[in-house]
């Protein structure tokens, strides 16, 4: 199933409304922050689970074109030296596709 706004609601509804779930994991521990790779995996983990558990949403692509990452600071992460021609969040969404699409 394709994602819509009412689809993506409800994964974040499930996620703010089960206890044992802290996301974002930066705002649930002092040892996180914005620009924590650590933090950034267990959010995608914490989202992707329910994503497809309760949403029956197939589709990786749409998964890592709808996951908000407007949270996440790539900055410090950032190895370019100059301009480039796209944004952090955009070369992470392409690098989770690429990995994605790789046989295991």
Same mark, same amino acid.
């Given at each position: 199933?394709?994602?819509?706004?009412?689809? @993506?609601?409800? *994964?974040?509804?499930?996620?703010? =409304?089960? #206890? &044992?779930? !802290?996301?974002?994991? $930066? +705002?649930?521990?002092?040892? &996180? !922050?914005?620009?924590?790779?650590?933090?950034?995996?267990? !959010?995608? @983990?914490?989202?992707?689970? *329910?994503? $497809?558990?309760?949403?029956?949403?197939?589709?990786?692509?749409?998964?890592?074109? #709808? &996951? %908000?990452?407007? $949270?996440?600071?790539? /900055?410090?992460? +950032?190895?370019?030296?100059?301009? =480039?021609? &796209?944004?952090?969040?955009?070369?992470? @969404?392409?690098?989770?596709?690429? $990995?994605?699409?790789? %046989? /295991?």
């Amino acid at each position: 199933m394709a994602p819509t706004a009412i689809s @993506r609601r409800d *994964v974040f509804r499930s996620i703010a =409304t089960t #206890q &044992y779930l !802290d996301w974002p994991a $930066y +705002d649930s521990t002092p040892l &996180y !922050d914005q620009s924590s790779l650590p933090a950034l995996t267990e !959010d995608f @983990r914490t989202v992707s689970g *329910v994503w $497809y558990e309760h949403n029956a949403h197939d589709s990786v692509e749409g998964f890592v074109c #709808q &996951y %908000p990452l407007s $949270y996440a600071e790539f /900055s410090p992460h +950032d190895q370019y030296s100059g301009p =480039t021609r &796209y944004e952090m969040s955009q070369l992470f @969404r392409a690098f989770l596709l690429i $990995y994605s699409s790789k %046989p /295991s």
